[in-house]
Nanobody
Framework: VQLQASGGGLVQAGGSLRLSCAASGFTFHYYAVGWFRQAPGKAREFVACLSDGDGHTYYADIAKGRFTISGDNAKTTAFLQMNSLKPEDTAVYYC??????????????????????WGEGTLVTVSS
């Protein structure tokens, strides 16, 4: 059972990237899937969440209006479409999942503690 994040790379400011989070050994049925990021020298921060159980999504302020989280019909891959990227979006992006969890209703640093599975990160670098 594992998660694999991919899709990172180098992009110019204003550009777009689509990150993928692939589940292996399970599906996202009834899972909440979250995207997080960690920039060099900074704490990990929540980016976005998709909850399969109730279909809700939730975005941190840093992602609202620019990022979109979604999942495929097979519920084996979650995506994070990132548009209008800024240099401050440069970070390692991680996906995580937990069964029966729901997306948070307010951004908080504790919600990540409930995630059972974490993928290795994928590096996003946005040049100015």
């Amino acid at each position: 059972v594992q998660l694999q994040a991919s899709g990172g790379g180098l992009v110019q400011a204003g550009g777009s990237l689509r990150l993928s989070c692939a589940a292996s050994g399970f599906t996202f049925h009834y899972y909440a899937v979250g995207w997080f990021r960690q920039a060099p020298g900074k704490a990990r921060e929540f980016v976005a969440c998709l909850s399969d159980g109730d279909g809700h999504t939730y975005y941190a302020d840093i992602a609202k209006g620019r990022f979109t989280i979604s999942g495929d019909n097979a519920k084996t891959t979650a995506f994070l479409q990132m548009n209008s990227l800024k240099p401050e979006d440069t970070a390692v992006y991680y996906c995580a999942a937990d069964k029966w969890s729901r997306c948070p209703t307010v951004t908080n640093r504790f919600w990540a503690d409930g995630m059972t599975f974490w993928g290795e990160g994928t590096l996003v670098t946005v040049s100015s």
